[in-house]
């Protein structure tokens, strides 16, 4: 009885610290990803260059693009990149992000141009995939957050990869082209793991979902932004 005790005050413990801390965000940028065709699918790897800062981890950008001259845009269904078999709870899972994913883009995208379905002068065309995703795993998650052992274990990890143990995570790739010539506008390939959010340890796909909200205010931030348009938000 004294040891159940005795960790359940361990419990209690660790997530007053982490309160008291504040938490983490619900997903944060990987240290890296991996730059070849799998995880590139949407254009040639080798044109993409390291970001800088909070750019993404890998990015191409149209020498003398006019984000200006463009005031429409054509966003296709959110494609599925994942290397190897999808069971089919993995494969409801992974539909579901790129569902919500069409819907986050969609709603920062028209802050700032006219969301159309046809190609035409001054439209551009958004594809974007997910490569990869990997849910949390909710009982290493609670035992890594709540524990003090855990805590100190998911420090260690995350000094030793860039990320805590049983958080998820994400890979994704968008790309810009000219709905009318084809010609490439843009891309970005980046990854993001999950953070330590204790309100939603149980939602084992909250992280990836975190992420997807982040990049569709990421990207909708950078069109305003080149557009050169006043009261943009970073996310």
Known sequence: MEK????VCMALAGLCALVLLGGCAGSYQARSVDLDAK????????????????????????????????????????????DGELS?????????????????????L?????IVNTPG????????AIIDADSAKPVRNTLSTFIPIGMGLSVIKLAAVGKQSGVGEITTEIKYTDAVTGELLGAALDRRVGGKD????????????EALKYWAKRIGYVLCTEKKLQGCVEP
């Open 4 to 7: 159940k005790k005795k960790i």
């Open 39 to 82: 995880n590139s699918p949407l254009v040639n790897p080798s044109i993409l260059k390291e970001g800088e800062g909070d750019q993404a981890l890998y990015r191409y950008v149209k020498p003398g693009f006019d984000a200006k001259k463009y005031t429409k845009a054509i966003i296709d269904p959110v494609m599925i990149s994942k």
């Open 88 to 108: 089919t709870s993995e494969m409801e899972s992974f539909q579901t992000l790129a569902n919500n994913a069409y819907v986050y883009l969609t709603d920062e």
């Open 110 to 114: 028209k802050k700032y141009v006219t």
């Open 121 to 128: 002068p001054g439209t551009m065309r958004v594809q974007w």
């Open 198 to 209: 204790v309100t939603e340890l149980w939602s084992s796909w909250y992280n990836a979902d």
